[in-house]
């Protein structure tokens, strides 16, 4: 069928436009924490490299390529290096059913913005993807063979898992009321100002501190806590090697951002009537750009948060997981349904 | 909204997975099945990984090497490395997975009757409220048991 073949080349050409999208976006976000940290602490941050230092992300880059790329002796050499390869490579295939802006339509064709967003499984594919990154931190902290790297791994695993829980729970209550898994549908029923966010508070604060949890970010960033574990799960890895976990983390931290955008704050609805057509392509780029403008906004409240808010001890980390969140997504579940069934 | 999950053509083929068309307007628009609709996915998962291989290839390639015998010990701070890694840790990881195994599975059993709640009606809700009730009771217990208990 010549239209498979014709997907396939249009799915090949917004993936490579996508790719360079999530490292220019990852290698940005490196930046804007840099510079946002000095603030909070009152220093200055790079700006040495180009203006403001806005070439430093860059400079990094090169450096990281043309850095020795040293493996212990004691390592496992085949899972040290398949580790990075899932880290980075489930960070960007991701991105397959994100929907960055409705769609342009050329010669009455309609070009969708995403590689496969109406796919009717989205929700669930970013779900176990996410689950499939957790192998990446374990095989790296396992087969580093380094007491730090290992004790790195489990606890991110550990931690990985039990808010895995939480989050999959919390997203229950969006699923009842829109009835759907796509995330294009998703986003079209929040329409104007009909977030989801709205409707789902409850669900939404559990979403919003698991994802912390399951990006491994402040308060939740214990697999590399520096104090007691060097550089945790990653602590044997250099060269681009490191640079690939660093940039899977970055690239973690968008899609959790772009997740939380679709799902609960209207994805690329524009609330207000702006008087451009549907399909046109200016109405596309508006749209990109206000999903873009809020993904930016969560983005830097991740990073606020990293800056503002110390770290937990384990077993507070744990008990927040089981035995305060995982009871209050289930409660935002019955509720949601008891609404549901009296008020239809 | 609800019109998407109604078949409009319920011819299977002989393998009989997931190849009749819905009702989906995007799959209508590209008149596509369901299962091609899934290529670009795959497409994209097959991508990053070859992207990250690439990145891995590139950063062995392009790196220095100057390999010593000090550089290939294992790192732990500066000390000379005690034993291996290759020990026994700690139990409550293992609860820890042996517990999500458990909730992982049965929120996988929530997920399709979330999703065709308003469908279903009363007598689904109620019997996911009892299950929830089982759930909570499970919990409860395990957490009674100091299951989930770190000192």
Redesign the interface.
Known sequence: MP??GW??V???V??VF??ILILSAAAVSVYAERRVSAIIQLRLGPNRVGPFGLLQPIADVFK???????????ADMGFH?LA??????????V???IPFAHYIEIGGT?Y?FG??P???IGL??ILAMTSVSVYGITLAGWS???????FGG?RS??QM??Y??SM??SL?GV??I?????L??IVL?QSGWGWNVFVQPLGFIIFLVSSFAETNRTPFDLPEAEPEL?GGFN??YS???F??FFLAEYANMATASAFIVLVYFGGWQIPFDIGLGAGSIALALVQFAWFLAKVIFFILFFIWVRWTVPRFR??QL??LG??VL??LA?LN??IT?VW??IFG | MHINHLFINQKLDKFGIGLYRYSNNYLLEKNITVLESYLPLIFMVVFGFVVALIFLILSEWLGARRSTAGKKTTYESGMEPVGTARERFSIKFYMVAVSFIVFDIEVVFMYPWAVQMSQLGLTAFISMMVFIIILLAGLYYEIKKGGLKWD
């Open positions: 239209e498979i997907i396939l249009e799915a090949g917004k993936a996508i790719v990281l390529f043309w850095k020795e790329d040293v493996v212990p002796k004691a290096r990075p390869v899932i880290s980075l490579g489930i960070a960007i295939a991105y397959a059913v309609k969708y590689i496969a109406n796919v009717n669930l594919y580093s063979n380094n007491k730090y790297s290992l489990l695993s550990a898992i039990s895995e829980l999959g729970l229950i699923l009842m829109t009835g759907t898994l796509s294009n549908e029923q060097v602590t044997e060269g681009m090697k640079g690939m384990y077993d744990m008990n089981w035995k995982l009871p289930i579940i019955v349904g549901i069934m």
